[in-house]
């Protein structure tokens, strides 16, 4: 039988996969020299075993055996004292392959009984840290293993200091601490769960109940979030004690080589005197941060240094590292990668790389493309900012403050006194972009991260939060309420995109920097892509912003948004209601006029690359008001609302996003096809008179059957006989489209696979509405995330793949694009970046889509030995 229990220098050459990050970590320190104290290991596989069985045959002879080894390293024996020679106690950690920081359990001063603090007082001729430490591994054991709420044990310290008339735990003496520990017994006791004092049987329900962790509520949200397999398990490291609670000599902290927060090369963290681990996590005393260590322990603060140097030369990547100080000495507990803020992450993967520490191919590797539109925004300052009232989805990056608005005459009326304003809804549809143009952030109480108002505010460039779902909005009363605090219109509120979380008036900003540093990253990225990345943009400043983050080009501009301005709205209205040839001849001259000179300012700032230009695609009813307002001017007697509410009535459809929508409007209404196409061809016309070059395409979107696109590509047919063809293509986003992807081929000249449409209608959901059920599903491991912001390789990707196969099968000049909000995200970027020519992104996450697709391009490369 394979070993599954090693010390430390057993280990040596074994896998983080076995041993746990944590096991890694100290492996690697141990072998290197580093002080840290004996220990060993017990492997993933147990885990795996355990939470498979119940069971792992023979472990627990595995483990006295090598405890026994430990008890030779230590000169001491477990659990029981010997004279001046304490007893030797331990710590029980998990270990997980990945980090996972805080989200499972840990015990201390594990193997003390009522017999062994008497010896470890004598030991240490301190009975006050005796009793201290017994205290802390009742109430540790007693919440991990037994099952209490932390909460009580917490309550009957706090209630002990009460009775003291102390602040602080420090300031309880050992008889106060001894009757601190009886309390918890007697507690224990009386609720059926005692507390064992034997300490092999204290050792080996406290490795089964880390075994157990793995599974808990709070470890599987983190995988979730961080898309941390299921199956990996967690290693558990049975350490020597060594004790930061001695006195002022003696303390515990945290340090990381580099700030997390922006990347300086310095030695960052905090540190508490007399103390173990778990005060700091806690937050029951304020640490202070390590440099005051240069004015009280100048020696320790320099080896610390040291020692921060030699963990970045051995790991090559900024390190997170634990250590305890017992009576002046160091002790290193952990070290592993450190977790840091988008910011951080490039300076340090670009500083690293400059000092020769790792390549610039492993600096391009280390960023995580998904964070770097926040590196653009203005952020939240967290050392100055109040508890948030509540926190949503992050759907749109940046902070921002401004007076709440509940509509967009409100964001109109705060706009024209200059006060910068926030609009609220409890969802936004398209007749809501007046106000979410002018406002500098977005909440709303419904809607997942690819929702209306999500995706309009990513295209804004607008800090967005959605899906709050506490919030209560009222937009006809003008407020909203959440947890009994009113918002009413005018009261000022913060907003930060990049954590979901709203304040309570103006919290102060931190402007982005260190965008020089990102630039020389993504130039050395820039070799290794071969995806082309351009950018969903519906206006000129759409257009210009992409450009500057490095688009080539427009995937996606979506004709619609152009409708929503105030002086056009009434007009396509009038189309709407037209009722003879001559009246919807008007409307649409006017529409043409408008369309034609947004066509030539977008065309104008993407000059010399290629714009798609995507036809009408939603239903007609969305430019209508909803049939309640429209109700209400009936009644008072307004006779253009009760057009428009016998219209409104004609249009209403029970499910609009399968309805009279995309190609099947465009194709019964052939008009407005032809009017948007000539506005494009002339826009294109007048700029090449100019002296300019544009590049336009024209895309039919919603197609499911190749007549559909057979009968469009004859209306363009008509009018590229008069101003010459441009690339005709169509988007592929319903099931029947990439299915018959061989026979609709041949037509086109491209397809842009929309896969938010395509997506919805693999899966059969509305991610408008999915963010009621979603989370759970993806919580309760139904789905392993959630589609509609992660293309679903496994179904909506095998789509993908056979409309690939087949178009380029039957049109091998057939040009592929992808321009669903999945575009702009890593791990489907990176899923696409062998299939397609390129993939289309919002301005802001056009720089994610460039490092994702140059890191699909690194991995299919080996790396080279760089040290």
Same mark, same amino acid.
């Given at each position: 039988?394979?070993? &599954?229990?090693?010390?430390?220098?057993?280990?040596?050459?074994?896998?983080?996969?076995?041993?746990? !990050?944590?096991?890694?970590?100290?492996?690697?320190?141990?072998?290197?020299?580093?002080?840290?104290?004996?220990?060993?290991?017990?492997?993933?596989?147990?885990?795996?075993?355990?939470?498979?069985?119940?069971?792992?045959?023979?472990?627990?002879?595995?483990?006295?055996?090598?405890?026994?080894?430990?008890?030779?390293?230590?000169?001491? #024996?477990? $659990?029981?004292?010997?004279?001046?020679?304490?007893?030797?106690?331990?710590?029980?950690?998990?270990?997980?392959?990945?980090?996972?920081?805080?989200?499972?359990?840990?015990?201390?001063?594990?193997?003390?009984?009522?017999?062994?603090?008497?010896?470890? +007082?004598?030991?240490?001729?301190?009975?006050?840290?005796?009793?201290?430490?017994?205290?802390?591994?009742?109430?540790?054991?007693?919440?991990?293993?037994?099952?209490?709420?932390?909460?009580?044990?917490?309550?009957?310290?706090?209630?002990?200091?009460?009775? &003291?008339?102390?602040?602080?735990?420090?300031?309880?003496?050992?008889?106060?601490?001894?009757?601190?520990?009886? @309390?918890?017994?007697?507690?224990?006791?009386?609720?059926?769960?005692?507390?064992?004092?034997?300490?092999?049987?204290?050792?080996?329900?406290?490795?089964?109940?880390?075994?157990?962790?793995?599974?808990?509520?709070?470890?599987?949200?983190?995988?979730?979030?961080?898309?941390?397999?299921?199956?990996?398990?967690?290693?558990?490291?049975?350490?020597?004690?060594?004790?930061?609670?001695?006195?002022?000599?003696?303390?515990?902290?945290?340090?990381?080589?580099?700030?997390?927060?922006?990347?300086?090369?310095?030695?960052? $963290?905090?540190?508490?005197?007399?103390?173990?681990?778990?005060?700091?996590?806690?937050?029951?005393?304020?640490?202070?941060?390590?440099?005051?260590?240069?004015?009280?322990?100048?020696?320790?603060?320099?080896?610390?240094?040291?020692?921060?140097?030699?963990?970045?030369? /051995?790991?090559?990547?900024?390190?997170?590292?634990?250590?305890?100080?017992?009576?002046?000495?160091?002790?290193?507990?952990?070290?592993?990668?450190?977790?840091?803020?988008?910011?951080?992450? %490039?300076?340090?993967?670009?500083?690293?790389?400059?000092?020769?520490?790792?390549?610039?191919?492993?600096?391009?590797?280390?960023?995580?493309? =998904?964070?770097?539109?926040?590196?653009?925004?203005?952020?939240?300052?967290?050392?100055?900012?109040?508890?948030?009232?509540?926190?949503?989805?992050?759907?749109?990056?940046?902070?921002?403050?401004? /007076?709440?608005?509940?509509?967009?005459?409100?964001?109109?009326?705060?706009?024209?006194?200059?006060?910068?304003?926030?609009?609220?809804?409890?969802?936004?549809?398209?007749?809501?972009?007046? !106000?979410?143009?002018?406002?500098?952030?977005?909440?709303? +109480?419904?809607?997942?991260?690819?929702?209306?108002?999500?995706? %309009?505010?990513?295209?804004?460039?607008?800090?967005? *939060?959605?899906?709050?779902?506490?919030?209560?909005?009222?937009?006809?009363?003008?407020?909203? %309420? *959440?947890?009994?605090?009113?918002?009413?219109?005018?009261?000022?509120?913060?907003?930060?995109?990049?954590?979901?979380?709203?304040?309570?008036?103006? *919290?102060?900003?931190?402007?982005?920097?260190?965008?020089?540093?990102?630039?020389?990253?993504?130039?050395?990225?820039?070799?290794?892509?071969?995806?082309?990345?351009?950018?969903?943009?519906?206006?000129?400043?759409?257009?210009? #912003?992409?450009?500057?983050?490095?688009?080539?080009?427009?995937?996606?501009?979506?004709?619609?948004?152009?409708?929503?301005?105030?002086?056009?709205?009434?007009?396509?209205? #009038?189309?709407?209601?037209?009722?003879?040839?001559?009246?919807?001849?008007?409307?649409?001259?006017?529409?043409?006029?408008?369309?034609?000179?947004?066509?030539?300012?977008?065309? &104008?700032?993407?000059?010399?690359?290629?714009?798609?230009?995507?036809?009408?695609?939603?239903?007609? /009813?969305?430019?209508?008001?909803?049939?309640?307002?429209?109700?209400?001017?009936?009644?008072?007697? =307004?006779?253009?609302?009760? @057009?428009?509410?016998?219209?409104?009535?004609?249009?209403?459809?029970? =499910?609009?996003?399968?309805?009279?929508?995309?190609?099947?409007?465009?194709?019964?209404?052939?008009?407005?096809? &032809?009017?948007?196409?000539?506005?494009?061809?002339?826009?294109?016309?007048?700029?090449?008179?100019?002296?300019?070059?544009?590049?336009?395409?024209?895309?039919?979107?919603?197609?499911?059957?190749?007549?559909?696109?057979?009968?469009?590509?004859?209306?363009?047919?008509?009018?590229?006989?008069?101003?010459?063809?441009?690339?005709?293509?169509?988007?592929?986003?319903?099931?029947?489209?990439?299915?018959?992807?061989?026979?609709?081929?041949?037509?086109?000249?491209?397809?842009?696979?929309?896969?938010?449409?395509?997506?919805?209608?693999?899966?059969?959901?509305?991610?408008?509405?999915?963010?009621?059920?979603?989370?759970?599903?993806?919580?309760?491991?139904?789905?392993?995330?959630?589609?509609?912001?992660?293309?679903?390789?496994?179904? %909506?990707?095998?789509?993908?793949?056979?409309?690939?196969?087949?178009?380029?099968?039957? =049109?091998? #000049?057939?040009?592929?694009?992808?321009?669903?909000?999945?575009?702009?995200?890593?791990?489907?970027?990176?899923?696409?970046?062998?299939?397609?020519?390129?993939?289309?992104?919002?301005?802001?996450?056009?720089?994610?889509?460039?490092?994702?697709?140059?890191?699909?391009?690194?991995?299919?490369?080996?790396?080279?030995?760089? @040290?």
């Amino acid at each position: 039988m394979e070993s &599954r229990v090693f010390l430390l220098s057993e280990a040596q050459g074994l896998s983080k996969e076995l041993l746990g !990050g944590k096991g890694y970590g100290l492996v690697a320190m141990s072998g290197a020299g580093l002080p840290v104290p004996p220990a060993l290991i017990v492997t993933t596989e147990a885990c795996r075993q355990y939470l498979k069985r119940g069971e792992v045959p023979g472990l627990w002879e595995e483990v006295e055996a090598k405890m026994a080894a430990l008890e030779g390293l230590t000169g001491k #024996r477990f $659990g029981q004292g010997e004279g001046k020679t304490p007893p030797l106690l331990v710590s029980v950690r998990s270990g997980a392959p990945v980090s996972m920081p805080g989200m499972m359990d840990t015990i201390l001063n594990l193997g003390l009984t009522l017999e062994g603090v008497e010896a470890l +007082a004598r030991a240490a001729e301190n009975p006050r840290f005796a009793w201290d430490t017994f205290r802390r591994l009742l109430a540790m054991y007693g919440e991990v293993v037994l099952g209490e709420k932390a909460e009580v044990f917490e309550g009957m310290l706090a209630a002990l200091k009460a009775e &003291r008339r102390v602040e602080a735990d420090t300031a309880l003496s050992a008889e106060d601490l001894e009757e601190l520990s009886f @309390r918890y017994l007697r507690h224990l006791e009386a609720r059926g769960t005692p507390f064992p004092m034997d300490p092999w049987a204290q050792l080996f329900a406290a490795i089964e109940a880390v075994f157990r962790s793995w599974l808990n509520p709070r470890a599987r949200t983190y995988r979730r979030i961080y898309g941390i397999p299921e199956d990996l398990g967690t290693a558990v490291v049975v350490q020597a004690m060594v004790y930061g609670n001695l006195g002022e000599d003696s303390g515990t902290g945290v340090g990381f080589t580099r700030s997390p927060v922006t990347g300086e090369k310095r030695l960052y $963290g905090e540190y508490l005197r007399n103390a173990q681990g778990e005060d700091v996590v806690a937050g029951i005393r304020t640490p202070e941060p390590l440099e005051r260590l240069q004015d009280y322990a100048p020696a320790l603060y320099a080896e610390l240094l040291e020692v921060a140097e030699r963990l970045e030369r /051995h790991f090559r990547d900024m390190q997170d590292f634990e250590f305890t100080v017992e009576k002046g000495r160091l002790y290193l507990l952990q070290t592993r990668s450190g977790k840091r803020t988008a910011k951080a992450a %490039v300076r340090i993967a670009v500083e690293m790389a400059e000092e020769g520490l790792i390549s610039k191919e492993e600096a391009v590797l280390r960023v995580e493309a =998904n964070a770097l539109p926040g590196l653009l925004k203005p952020s939240v300052d967290r050392d100055k900012a109040p508890k948030p009232l509540l926190k949503g989805l992050p759907a749109s990056p940046g902070a921002a403050s401004g /007076h709440a608005v509940f509509s967009n005459e409100g964001a109109e009326r705060l706009n024209a006194q200059g006060l910068p304003t926030i609009l609220i809804r409890p969802e936004t549809t398209p007749e809501d972009i007046t !106000g979410m143009y002018l406002s500098r952030g977005i909440l709303t +109480a419904r809607g997942g991260l690819t929702s209306h108002a999500a995706v %309009v505010a990513r295209g804004l460039g607008v800090p967005a *939060v959605v899906g709050a779902e506490v919030l209560r909005v009222y937009p006809e009363e003008g407020r909203a %309420v *959440v947890d009994g605090v009113e918002i009413r219109e005018g009261d000022l509120l913060t907003l930060d995109g990049s954590t979901g979380e709203i304040y309570l008036g103006a *919290v102060p900003l931190v402007e982005a920097e260190g965008e020089a540093l990102l630039q020389k990253l993504l130039s050395w990225a820039e070799p290794f892509r071969r995806l082309g990345v351009r950018a969903n943009a519906d206006t000129p400043e759409d257009a210009r #912003r992409a450009r500057a983050f490095g688009a080539e080009g427009i995937g996606l501009c979506r004709t619609e948004h152009m409708f929503f301005q105030e002086e056009r709205l009434p007009w396509v209205r #009038r189309l709407i209601l037209a009722q003879t040839e001559e009246e919807e001849r008007e409307a649409l001259e006017e529409l043409f006029r408008f369309q034609k000179e947004d066509f030539k300012e977008i065309l &104008r700032a993407m000059d010399g690359l290629p714009v798609t230009v995507r036809l009408l695609d939603p239903p007609l /009813h969305e430019f209508l008001p909803p049939l309640a307002e429209l109700e209400e001017a009936v009644k008072a007697g =307004n006779g253009e609302a009760a @057009r428009l509410l016998e219209r409104a009535k004609a249009l209403q459809e029970a =499910n609009p996003m399968l309805g009279f929508r995309g190609v099947r409007l465009l194709l019964l209404r052939p008009a407005i096809f &032809r009017m948007q196409l000539k506005a494009l061809l002339e826009a294109a016309k007048e700029l090449k008179e100019e002296g300019l070059d544009p590049h336009p395409e024209v895309m039919v979107p919603l197609v499911a059957d190749p007549k559909e696109v057979e009968r469009a590509r004859l209306l363009a047919e008509e009018l590229f006989a008069q101003y010459g063809p441009i690339p005709f293509g169509t988007m592929i986003e319903t099931p029947r489209a990439a299915l018959l992807a061989g026979e609709i081929a041949p037509l086109v000249d491209f397809f842009s696979f929309g896969t938010n449409d395509l997506t919805q209608m693999t899966f059969g959901l509305s991610r408008d509405d999915a963010g009621k059920f979603l989370p759970r599903y993806v919580e309760e491991g139904l789905f392993p995330f959630d589609p509609t912001e992660r293309l679903d390789e496994k179904g %909506v990707g095998k789509l993908l793949r056979l409309a690939v196969e087949e178009g380029r099968r039957a =049109n091998p #000049r057939l040009k592929l694009g992808l321009c669903g909000e999945h575009g702009g995200e890593a791990g489907s970027v990176r899923f696409v970046a062998e299939l397609l020519d390129y993939t289309s992104a919002s301005p802001y996450r056009v720089l994610t889509a460039r490092l994702a697709a140059a890191q699909a391009g690194l991995r299919r490369a080996p790396l080279p030995v760089y @040290r």
